[in-house]
């Protein structure tokens, strides 16, 4: 039924990674940015949520969001990098949140942001590899040990699955990527290097 109270006989534990403590790693990360541009898959649920939550906890912030799509059978790195190029000039990082197309095709968004010295940010740690420069994700040996806990409560009949609230890490992974950085000429604040969770060189 909700989050809060999913009743029946259902409850765990999900991956998302909440709109306002990424935003506030975007801020520390970069401390000078006021437009965040997004490229996702319009159409797709998951990837609207994530996005409209993005801009009402952007707007509290005083950030503007601007937004690029791909189509739902988006099946390439040059739709996504067409879609990133829209962007190009009108932000001061390009984002990839959790959504199908930039796990797949997420590289066309990153070569378009390296190429026009933008940062690049993405939800998903599988793209600093593939040359983002910084990611807060999901822990997810702080996920697994959430959904024991809760295993633990319903087989020692402490409560019933439903009445226990559908949860997220208690903490995330602050990852960054010098080398994409030093592409780019960003200089990472020393005080977010310090607290990074991984660095990439």
Sequence with gaps: KSFERPGGNVTGTHCAVPAYPQLKAIMRVLPDVRVIGIVYTGGEPNAEIQVSDFKDEAKKL??????S???KDCKTIEEVARAAEKLAGKVDVIAG???TSIA???KGMINIASANNIPSY???GQLLPEGALFSL???FMDLGTISGEQAVKILKGDARAGDIPVTTCRTFSLIINISAAEKIGLKIPVQVLRTASEIIR
């Design 122 to 124: 993405a939800t998903l």
């Design 137 to 139: 994700a999901t822990d």
């Design 62 to 67: 005083g950030l503007e969001v601007l937004t």
């Design 69 to 71: 799509t791909v189509t």
């Design 97 to 99: 949140l959790q959504d």
């Design 104 to 106: 797949r095709y997420g």
